[in-house]
C-alpha cells in the first residue's frame, strides 16, 4: 500500500473507533470527540463522518426537551460548526435554549457549577482516607471541574459569533475568565482539577489532560472570536500553562498523568492535546517557533501510542476526581474512548494546516512514516 493511501487508511481507522467510542449524550469528553471526527471529515474531504455528527446532535437535542445536569458537557463548538455548515437553524436556536439554561445555573466565584453532586470517589489503588475525606465523599456538595473550560464558555462564544450575538460571546469570555481566575495556580501556571464549594478550595493542580481541556478551551475562544474583543488576559494565561507543559515533557515526548509527578505513567491523550494546542498556540501569535520540537516530540509518542487498529493506547478511563494525587497515578489504562481519538484527529489535522503553510520548508512536521497524510487537509 502506497503511503498516501496507508495514511488516508490510518486516519479511518482512528476516526471508525472514534464513532465507536461516543455511547452517550452528553458526557465529559464528547465534545473532542465530536470534533475530532469533523476534522477527519476534513482531512479525507469525506462527509460521512460530518455525517455522524449532524445526526448525532440532532437527535440527542430531539430527545432532550428538559434541561439535564450534563447539558453542560455539550459539545457547543462541534454543533454550532456542523449547524453552519448544514444551514440548519433549527440546530442553533436549540443551542440557544441550552445556553439559556446553563446561565440560570448557580455560580461559584462567577463559574456556573458543574456539578451539584461532586464526582468525588475513592482513590483508585485503594489509598487509605482519613476520617473527614471519607466523610467528604460521601456528601462533597457542588464542584467546578477543569473539564468544563472546554465545553460552556466556547459553546457561548462560537454561538454567539454564529448568531451575531455580541452578549453571548462576552459572556463566554467572562465565563473563562472566571475559571481562569479561580483553578490557574498563577504560580505555575497550570490547571487545578476540581473546585469544591464545601471547602471553599481547588485540589490537585498537574492532571495532565486537565491541561489540555483547559489549553484548547481558552485556545477555542480566541480563535473563534478574533480580534473583536480584547483577551489579553486569557492569552497571559495561556502563555503561562504552555510555559509549564513544555518544562514538565518526558523525554518520550508524553507527559505523566500528573506532569509534576516522576511515578505517575504516561497519559497518551495528553500528548495529543498538547500537540493541537501548541500548534493553535503558534498559528494565534502566542508562542513561537520554539516550540516546535516539543510537538515533534510528542507527536511521535502518540504515533508510538496508536495501533495497528487505530486505537490511541495508554489513555486513561475517566478519571472523576479525588483529593489525593494517588489516584490520578493508578486509573486504569488502554481504554478506547473519545478523549483519547478525537484529540488524535484534531491534533493530526493541526499537523496538516502547519505543514501545508509551510510546504517545502525544511520546518515541516514528518514524523511518524506511514501514518502522517501530508498536505491533504483543507481550510
Known amino acids: 500500500m502506497r503511503n498516501e493511501e496507508g495514511d488516508r487508511r490510518i486516519v479511518e481507522l482512528v476516526a471508525d473507533q472514534d464513532c465507536l467510542s461516543i455511547s452517550s449524550a452528553w458526557f ?79 455560580q461559584i466565584l462567577g463559574v456556573s457549577v458543574s456539578a451539584q453532586r461532586a464526582h468525588l470517589k475513592s482513590p483508585y489503588g485503594g489509598e487509605a482516607l482519613d476520617a473527614d475525606e471519607r466523610e467528604l465523599i460521601s456528601d462533597p456538595g457542588s464542584a467546578i471541574y477543569v473539564d468544563c473550560l472546554h465545553f460552556e464558555p466556547v459553546l457561548f462564544t462560537a454561538l454567539g459569533v454564529a448568531l451575531g450575538d455580541r452578549m453571548l460571546v462576552e459572556e463566554g469570555i467572562r465565563q473563562a475568565i472566571a475559571f481562569i481566575d479561580l483553578l490557574q495556580d498563577p504560580s505555575t501556571g497550570l490547571f487545578r482539577h476540581f473546585y469544591l464549594e464545601r471547602t471553599g478550595r481547588a485540589y490537585v493542580d498537574s492532571w495532565s489532560r486537565g491541561q489540555g481541556w483547559a489549553l484548547l478551551g481558552l485556545l477555542d475562544c480566541l480563535e473563534v472570536i478574533g480580534e473583536t474583543i480584547d483577551c489579553s488576559r486569557i492569552r497571559a494565561s495561556v502563555s503561562d500553562l504552555i510555559t509549564a507543559l513544555i518544562s514538565s515533557q518526558r523525554p518520550n515526548g508524553h507527559w505523566g498523568s500528573l506532569t509534576q509527578d516522576s511515578l505517575s505513567s504516561d497519559e ?72 483519547g481519538q478525537g484529540p488524535w484527529l484534531v491534533a493530526r489535522e493541526e499537523i496538516g494546516r502547519y505543514n501545508n503553510a509551510h510546504e517545502g520548508s525544511e520546518g515541516s512536521i514528518s514524523v511518524g512514516e506511514g501514518l502522517l497524510m501530508e498536505g491533504n487537509t483543507r481550510d
Not at 69 to 83: R, T, Y
Request: proline share 5%; charged share 20%.
Open 268 to 339: 497518551s491523550s495528553a500528548a495529543a492535546f498538547f500537540v493541537s494546542g501548541l500548534l493553535r498556540a503558534l498559528r494565534l501569535g502566542i508562542v513561537d517557533e520554539s516550540v516546535l520540537p516539543v510537538v515533534r516530540r510528542a507527536w511521535s509518542a502518540v504515533v508510538d501510542s496508536t495501533d495497528p487498529n487505530g486505537v490511541l493506547r495508554g489513555v486513561s478511563a475517566a478519571v472523576y476526581s479525588s483529593t489525593r494525587e494517588s489516584h490520578y497515578r493508578n486509573v486504569p489504562l488502554d481504554q478506547l474512548v473519545p478523549w
Open 28 to 106: 465529559y469528553g464528547d465534545s473532542i470527540g465530536f470534533e475530532g471526527l469533523l476534522s477527519a471529515s476534513r482531512m479525507l474531504c469525506n462527509p460521512i463522518y460530518e455525517g455522524f455528527v449532524w445526526g448525532y446532535g440532532r437527535g440527542a437535542m430531539a430527545r432532550d426537551s428538559q434541561p439535564r445536569e450534563m447539558d453542560n458537557s455539550i459539545p457547543g463548538k462541534a454543533l454550532v460548526e456542523i449547524a453552519l455548515a448544514r444551514q440548519d437553524d433549527r440546530l442553533l436556536q436549540e443551542l440557544r435554549a441550552v445556553c439559556e439554561a446553563l446561565s440560570s445555573r448557580p
